[in-house]
Nanobody
Framework: QVQPVESGGGLVQAGGSLRLSCAAS????????MAWYRQAPGKQRKLVAT???????NYADSVKGRFTLSRDGVKNTVYLEMNSLKPDDTAVYYC??????????WGQGTQVTVSS
């Protein structure tokens, strides 16, 4: 079972930037797709961005043009570069892995707080 581990959250002022990392333990070859979700207090968890094993990316409308996914196959890590952050981006960010077997695993989450 491949497990994701997130890091990189923190406190930043509006307009600032953060980079989140999702490191996958185990074989990267078994991963079909990796995705970032976020959950603000009292709200449902929502999809932010996805990247497939082929490198295709997709972003929620709310983050298009501000967030960028990239990956490092050697480190088995996916990065979410977040620029022009807004207070509405404040949430716990979760990494989700979908394996080729269909198995899904979630990370423990990392807090992102954007102050106005």
């Amino acid at each position: 079972q491949v497990q994701p581990v997130e890091s990189g959250g923190g406190l930043v002022q509006a307009g600032g930037s953060l980079r989140l990392s999702c490191a996958a333990s185990g074989s990267f070859c078994s991963i079909l797709a990796m995705a970032w979700y976020r959950q603000a207090p009292g709200k449902q968890r929502k999809l932010v961005a996805t990247i497939t094993s082929g490198g295709s990316t997709n972003y929620a409308d709310s983050v298009k043009g501000r967030f960028t996914l990239s990956r490092d196959g050697v480190k088995n890590t996916v990065y979410l570069e977040m620029n022009s952050l807004k207070p509405d981006d404040t949430a716990v960010y979760y990494c989700r892995l979908t394996q080729r077997s269909g198995s899904i695993s979630w990370g423990q989450g990392t807090q992102v707080t954007v102050s106005s």
